[in-house]
T-cell receptor, first 112, second 116 residues
Framework: GNSVTQMEGPVTLSEEAFLTINCTYT??????LFWYVQYPGEGLQLLLK???ADDKGSNKGFEATYRKETTSFHLEKGSVQVSDSAVYFC???????????WGAGTKLIIKP | DTEVTQTPKHLVMGMTNKKSLKCEQH?????MYWYKQKAKKPPELMFV???????INESVPSRFSPECPNSSLLNLHLHALQPEDSALYLC???????????????FGSGTRLTVV
């Protein structure tokens, strides 16, 4: 079945460091891919999305490119801030059972 | 209005209580969802409403009873819950009908439920 695998956390970085959170997926067909962010004590927010191969989603300085050849959707940011500390979830839309398939989440800690 | 509003934000209830969670959106989204999220885990789908009709029930125990009074409102009625039902309950909506969220969900901030 379809699945999403994220790198395990927590990921701890210093402010202004470069961020990569890896996400790979297994899917039949052509799913849409998403990154959601969950700040402490809050619900989930859609950070960015890509609906077809080679699409690049971007928002708030974060980027991710839908790579069909490597089945990946890695999240990147050039210079992180303390306010980026949160849990990041990678997800894909599964058209076979009409659900979002979620990765396990990666906790990001940014130190000043 | 681009928000999903959930009330209450926090709820403590006994195992014999009856309570309801409420969710409201005014974005014209025709699909609405209830999710349950345990600490440090991804959310788990509970129910999907499409055009105000229940389209997916992920084998949720009957002590959870959803209701969609109209296209903007979604309720989750709770009765005889167990301590293991303590979690963050998230409501979401999406442009896509059914449960194929090609455009992503808009989530509410959630209700943090504690069952004692």
């Amino acid at each position: 079945g379809n699945s999403v695998t994220q790198m395990e956390g927590p990921v701890t970085l210093s402010e202004e460091a470069f961020l990569t959170i890896n996400c790979t997926y297994t899917a039949t067909g052509y799913p849409s891919l998403f990154w959601y962010v969950q700040y402490p004590g809050e619900g989930l927010q859609l950070l960015l999305k890509a609906t077809k191969a080679d699409d690049k989603g971007s928002n708030k300085g974060f980027e991710a490119t839908y790579r069909k050849e490597t089945t990946s959707f890695h999240l990147e940011k050039g210079s992180v801030q303390v306010s980026d500390s949160a849990v990041y979830f990678c997800a894909l839309s599964d058209r076979s059972n009409y659900q979002l398939i979620w990765g396990a989440g990666t906790k990001l800690i940014i130190k000043p | 209005d681009t928000e999903v509003t959930q009330t209450p934000k926090h709820l403590v209830m006994g195992m014999t209580n009856k309570k309801s969670l409420k969710c409201e959106q005014h974005m014209g989204h025709r699909a609405m969802y209830w999710y349950k999220q345990k600490a440090k885990k991804p959310p788990e789908l509970m129910f999907v409403y499409s055009y105000e009709k229940l389209s997916i029930n992920e084998s949720v125990p009957s002590r959870f009873s959803p209701e969609c009074p109209n296209s903007s409102l979604l309720n989750l009625h709770l009765h005889a819950l167990q301590p293991e039902d303590s979690a963050l309950y998230l409501c979401a909506s999406s442009q896509g009908t059914g449960a194929v969220p090609n455009y992503g969900y808009t989530f509410g901030s959630g209700t943090r439920l504690t069952v004692v």
